[in-house]
């Protein structure tokens, strides 16, 4: 009997269980943004924050300097999107109506 709790002791330590707390292995959090192409800006939802091009630089405002519409979602693996600035232009280009 001794050796049979002996045994189930060993195996049960054995069992590595990784807690609720830690992070699951390959997962990224996603990040959220909105993206309006007409004017090349960005806005937050969480943190409810305009991220604007003005003067060289990227900065962050309470209000939208335009009266924005149309917008587009990037979920991004990376938490500043304006940094890849490039990429999102070129993606999202605005076509421009023909007369």
Not at 24 to 41: D, L, R
Not at 56 to 83: A, C, H, M, R
């Amino acid at each position: 009997m001794k050796k049979i709790i002996f045994i189930f002791i060993i195996f049960t330590s054995c069992v590595i269980i990784r807690p609720p707390y830690g992070k699951a292995y390959g997962y990224k959090k996603k990040h959220i943004f909105w993206y309006y192409p007409e004017y090349e800006i960005y806005y937050n939802p969480s943190t409810k924050v305009y991220i604007v091009f003005k003067n060289n630089q990227w900065i962050f405002v309470n209000t939208p300097p335009f009266k924005l519409e149309k917008y587009i979602i990037i979920e991004s693996d990376d938490d500043k999107p304006w940094e890849r600035h490039h990429i999102y232009k070129e993606k999202f280009k605005i076509k421009k109506k023909k007369k």
